[in-house]
């Protein structure tokens, strides 16, 4: 068997999975690196990537309650310093749930016999209501339409965690699937903020999608993990000239979102040994 | 515990892991618990850690702490085989990763009282490459101008890890890093000479210190020495009392006497449980700064104390064959040496080397060819591993069918001939760089340029890549030139004999790399993992050329990537110099064999492989390996005894138990040796669940005879066995 028990998925090898059967083998089960940029520009890429993440680490200070006031005046990246001050000052914050708030919380549940792993931004949960928010600050250059979120594999794993293991995180009593919600939040739009929210019937939905992607994917043999259809989707990836793809023009897909995770890079920091 | 062997916990657990998992889950009660390696400690905390999530405590509420990246892999593979509803999501740590996480955090809380000069600012962790980098550009003006070290012989790397080491130590250890050349010096029974040498030394790492505080740039050992006044910090407590309810400690032996310090902290901030692991037999990581005399009186410190008994994997003729052999060195032998003659499988001893090496493919063969052992379960343990060796053994392997897995770590980046081929071109691509790496007197050899052609096309074969390369590489203009143009040396019919050797499949591809190149040299230096990445892109990696199709060479590609890529980002907020510089002293750093690193990427291919395992005898120890059958090699080696040279710090002298000023003599250096390579012993055998081949050849691989203390008390040991009985 290609993949073991207890492997663990997450949204992004999931939705990697859905977009490229093949995508998905090379980088989550073969981690075969193909050093070619995914990008026109590596540069910019990767200042947007780093970005990225530094603004979710100023945001996990906030939650400690580091003050952050000199850090942000002397960062030289306006941009960065933009979405700060919006996160700051416009992003509803007493609106959310009371109880239990953390940042940059990994969730690990099982899923069939394997495991889906999901890492919220921001969660706000009241135990005593069992209600909750899962926040996740987007710094995408657009804002989605509330469908392509709806449906996006991102939202369907990270509500469906959280329902799953909602009795460890209350402390004993399991949330229902309509007292939670997602919320996107996004750092270049910060008026425009998607809340999805949840019921039982999408709980159930999502139960049934996700346990039967990964039990396709489990049954897989290598030589059927296939390249997309779509090549389009080529256009910004690394493995292209391994699957022989010649790309003609690009989709208009946002691999580069797959990238910004924070704790994964946190974890891949190679260390000294002592 | 290599493979898929010890990846999911046992049905049944023995009367004392039972016990740690029933210990007490609130209250802040502490349990030390100790034992021999294979009386099933580590099995014992995963249970407790799989009790604690069943039961629905909250993962991200318990630290695992565990002195090795590789010891997390195995952690999490546990996790991966629970049935429980919630399999994940614990802080699986090793020390220093907690410790630079929690300085990332309150980095602006913690910044300007460490004395940063810009506290502002974010600030940039360095990796050992880039940590090494700088250090070199303190270091190298002073050799040039002052003579620095000028009585050492020693290569460019090994001093600038010494040096680091010093730092680091100070910091692990938890002195002042100024008191190094103080405690060095009171130790020291030598000449004047290396006095000079121990105060330049002090002098350079203070000097790095200052660079390092003024330029935010955070290495090891200020990670190290801000995590120690942070973890002192009432916000700090507070925030660690919040996040953190359950504390599991594993192979608490092989900790460094700052992260015992913080456990000892953390088992007075944890109000739910705290549970130990200590290994009677361990301490290997002594070079690392591993203090298990320290971690040994965590006893007193925890609450209660509970021994592991019974040896869970069956491992007890090879323990009590290590027994033997440590009573044959004077030591205590720690365990009862009855029958340890069945631990031992079989012996060789023949004169040359490459015969010994011969009889162990042969065995090994026989294992896995007649006795249906599977090669995951062959380890063969080398004090330390050349490249003959590893050579030798994996081409024998291979005509045997059998795969091997070399685990050497912090292998130069530049041994790897696809790097050196790369680095080539980097060069190749950049004139200017070129020339000023010249000036500082590397000249770019016709071999390497015949490497880089014969790496980057297909089908070019090494003479025929040698034939290309001093036809396009003219010494006079040491470039590559167009051979088909009018900058050719060459004379019609010449050219046309050249095509026909080297063939004109490659005359096409030739002229492509060229057109890449002059087209890279119109664009503005990006840096050298960006450069690589579009070579491997464009070119490299489309049919005819040397990375098609060829998703193993890729790894080594994208190391080197990945490598440059660290440096970059390390080096380019805080530096004063222009972008081209940088890229140019990557590749110096590289071609010194400065660069190494064991990456990410290579341990998954690790845990999948199904190979006989070649390893240095401390990195099995080290990494908490285990297998069913061991060869012990070269057993006259003389590296089984000595310790690595390092004539600019000292592994016991900067430790909590030497007090400053006493002398280091002789009779301590045979102690500590002796005991080093007892617990070696020890170690391997109660990793051994099957049996122990022991193997040696009379002249080592260099010709020279071989008589080394371990084989002379292995015979000692036998000798005296036979006497008894």
Redesign the interface.
Same mark, same amino acid.
């Given at each position: 068997m290609l993949i073991e028990p207890g492997y663990l998925f997450s949204q992004h090898s999931l939705n990697t999975y859905v977009r490229c059967q093949r995508r998905f083998l090379l980088r989550y089960i073969e981690h075969q690196p193909w050093p070619m940029p995914e990008d026109e520009d590596p540069l910019d890429y990767q200042r947007h990537l780093a970005r990225g993440r530094m603004f979710h680490q100023w945001l996990v200070r906030r939650h400690w309650g580091i003050e952050m006031s000199e850090i942000v005046e002397a960062c030289e990246d306006s941009l960065l310093r933009q979405w700060w001050r919006a996160v700051e000052t416009l992003f509803p914050w007493d609106a959310l749930p009371d109880g239990i708030r953390e940042a940059e919380l990994p969730v690990v549940v099982s899923l069939g016999e394997y495991r889906l792993y999901a890492r919220y931004d921001y969660l706000a949960l009241d135990p005593q209501n069992k209600v909750a928010v899962i926040v996740d600050w987007k710094t995408l250059a657009s804002v989605p339409s509330y469908q392509v979120l709806r449906e996006r594999i991102q939202t369907r794993v990270y509500l469906y965690t959280l329902i799953a293991a909602s009795h460890v995180l209350t402390g004993g009593k399991s949330l229902a699937p309509d007292q939670v919600k997602m919320l996107y939040w996004f750092a270049n739009y910060p008026d425009d903020v998607i809340e999805i929210p949840y019921s039982e019937a999408a709980f159930q939905q999502d139960a049934h999608y996700l346990q039967s992607l990964v039990r396709e994917i489990g049954r897989r043999p290598r030589e059927a993990f296939a390249p997309t259809e779509d090549s389009r989707l080529c256009a910004h990836c690394q493995y292209r000239t391994l699957c022989h793809r010649e790309v003609i023009t690009s989709a208009e897909e946002d691999w580069l979102d797959e990238e910004i995770d924070f704790a994964l890079d946190l974890q891949d920091i190679p260390e000294l040994e002592y | 515990m290599r493979g898929q062997e010890l990846l999911s916990l046992p049905l049944k657990l023995t009367r004392e892991q039972q016990k740690v998992v029933e210990w007490p889950r609130e209250g802040g009660q502490s349990l030390f618990l100790s034992g021999l390696p294979g009386t099933g400690k580590s099995t014992a905390l995963m249970a407790r850690l799989a009790a604690l999530l069943r039961v =629905?405590?909250?993962?991200?509420e318990i630290l695992v702490f565990l002195p090795? @990246?590789a010891q997390v892999v195995r952690y999490e593979?546990v996790?991966?085989?629970?049935d429980?509803?919630?399999? =994940?999501?614990v802080d699986c740590l090793?020390?220093?990763?907690f410790a630079? @996480?929690s300085v990332?955090?309150?980095w602006?809380?913690i910044a300007s009282v460490l004395g940063f000069a810009?506290?502002?600012?974010?600030p940039t962790?360095l990796?050992?490459e880039t940590a090494q980098y700088y250090m070199w550009r303190i270091v190298e003006p002073l050799i040039r101008a002052e003579g620095y070290f000028s009585s050492l012989k020693i290569r460019r790397e090994r001093l600038l890890s010494q040096l680091i080491d010093n730092l680091?130590k100070a910091a692990?250890v938890g002195f002042d890093y100024k008191e190094v050349y103080s405690r060095l010096k009171g130790a020291w029974t030598g000449s004047l000479e290396r006095l000079h040498s121990y105060w330049q030394a002090q002098d350079c790492i203070t000097r790095f210190r200052e660079y390092c505080l003024a330029h935010n740039l955070v290495d090891?050992s200020l990670s190290v020495e801000a995590f120690q006044y942070l973890w002192k910090r009432e916000d700090y407590q507070q925030?660690f009392r919040t996040r953190y309810h359950h504390l599991l400690v594993d192979n608490l032996e092989e900790n460094?006497p700052v992260a015992l310090d913080f456990i000892r902290w953390a088992l007075e901030q944890i109000d739910g449980s705290s549970i130990l692991a200590y290994d009677l037999a361990g301490g290997h990581r002594i070079f690392?700064?591993a203090d298990a005399r320290y971690a040994a009186e965590f006893a007193n410190y925890c609450d209660c104390a509970l021994e592991c008994r019974d040896l869970v994997r069956p491992a007890g003729a090879p323990l009590a064959f290590a027994g033997a052999v440590r009573r044959a060195l004077g030591l205590s032998p720690l365990v009862g040496e009855t029958a340890f003659q069945e631990a031992v499988r079989a012996q060789y001893r023949g004169k040359y080397w490459v015969n010994m090496l011969d009889w162990v493919v042969e065995r090994i063969s026989q294992l896995v060819h007649e006795e249906g052992v599977s090669p995951r379960e062959i380890a063969v343990i080398a004090p330390y591993v050349s490249e003959v060796l590893r050579f030798a053994l994996e081409d024998g392997l291979a005509r045997k069918g059998i795969s091997m897995h070399l685990l050497r770590?912090?292998r130069p980046l530049r041994d790897d001939p696809i790097v050196r081929a790369l680095l080539t071109w980097v060069i190749l691509g950049h004139p200017a760089w070129r020339e000023a790496l010249e000036k500082g007197e590397y000249l770019l050899p016709v071999e390497d340029v015949a490497l880089a052609l014969q790496v980057a096309l297909a089908d070019l074969d090494p003479i025929r890549a040698r034939r290309l390369a001093r036809a396009a590489f003219p010494r006079e203009m040491r470039r590559l030139i167009d051979l088909d143009g009018q900058e050719s040396l060459l004379t019609p019919e010449e050219r046309g004999h050249l095509w026909e050797e080297v063939g004109y499949q490659i005359r096409r591809r030739y002229k492509a790399l060229l057109l890449w190149l002059e087209d890279a040299q119109q664009r503005d230096s990006?840096?050298v993992d960006?450069f690589?990445?579009?070579f491997?892109?464009?070119l490299l990696?489309?049919p005819g050329f040397g990375f098609?199709?060829q998703?193993e060479r890729?790894?080594v590609?994208?190391?080197l990537?990945?490598s440059a890529?660290?440096f970059r980002?390390a080096v380019r907020i805080s530096s004063e110099l222009d972008q081209d510089t940088l890229v140019r002293e990557y590749v110096r750093l590289v071609l010194d064999g400065i660069a190494s690193?064991?990456?990410?990427?290579d341990w998954?291919?690790f845990f999948a492989t199904d190979a006989v395992l070649l390893s240095p005898a401390y990195a099995y120890l080290?990494r908490d390996l285990a297998s069913h059958y061991q060869f012990w090699v070269d057993l006259g080696s003389d590296g089984w005894w000595n310790r690595p040279n390092q004539p600019l710090t000292h592994p016991y002298v900067l430790s909590r138990h030497w007090p400053v000023g006493r002398p280091w003599r002789d009779i301590e250096e045979e102690r500590s040796r002796k005991e080093a390579l007892g617990n070696v012993v020890l170690g391997l055998a109660a990793r051994c669940t099957g049996g122990i081949f022991l193997v040696s050849s009379e002249l080592g691989v260099d010709g020279t005879e071989q008589d080394g203390r371990f084989q002379r008390a292995i015979v000692r040991a036998m000798r005296m066995a036979s006497n008894e009985q």
């Open positions: - | =629905g405590y909250r993962p991200y090795q @990246r593979q996790l991966a085989s629970l429980a509803p919630i399999r =994940g999501g090793t020390f220093y990763s630079k @996480r990332a955090l309150f602006p809380r810009h506290p502002e600012r974010e962790f990796t050992l680091n692990l090891f925030y460094v690392l700064g770590p912090s990006e840096g960006i690589l990445s579009r491997f892109g464009s990696s489309t098609y199709d998703p890729a790894r590609y994208g190391r990537v990945e890529a660290k980002e690193g064991e990456y990410v990427v998954p291919t080290t």
